[in-house]
Nanobody, 130 residues
Framework: QVHLVESGGGLVQPGGSLRLSCAVSGRSAELYDIGWFRQAPGKEREIVSC????????HYSDSVKARFTLTRDNVKRTVFLQMSSLKPEDTAVYYC???????????????????????WGQGTQVTASS
């Protein structure tokens, strides 16, 4: 069982920045890839970034590449999503999720749909609006 708790959402003006945190705990949690998803009203949940634990690298969707950065603090067992140059279309509830993808190639975590992830946080609202 892996437990995830997000924090750091809020209201920001377009062009601003926010940092989301995902605290990860549980048995063998370090073996799970961590993905950041978002869901806007009336839209499907989409992945924006993920960390492939076995490859040791992060991946980004085209919509956020060069604006969002995923980092980890292994001591605190926390995954961060630094979001910069936020746009109104980034407004959504953001979720972190854990999936076990041993044996898959680097970047697979970005290709998997949300149903392939096993554990989810409760979500945090991000609103980019003036």
């Amino acid at each position: 069982q892996v437990h995830l708790v997000e924090s750091g959402g809020g209201l920001v003006q377009p062009g601003g920045s926010l940092r989301l945190s995902c605290a990860v705990s549980g048995r063998s949690a370090e073996l799970y890839d961590i993905g950041w998803f978002r869901q806007a009203p009336g839209k499907e949940r989409e992945i924006v970034s993920c960390f492939s634990v076995f490859a040791g690298d992060a991946h980004y969707s085209d919509s956020v590449k060069a604006r969002f950065t995923l980092t980890r603090d292994n001591v605190k067992r926390t995954v961060f999503l630094q979001m910069s140059s936020l746009k109104p279309e980034d407004t959504a509830v953001y979720y972190c999720a854990a999936g076990y993808f041993e044996g898959y190639s680097s970047g697979a975590c970005l290709r998997f749909t949300s149903d392939k992830y096993d554990y989810w946080g409760q979500g945090t609202q991000v609103t980019a609006s003036s």
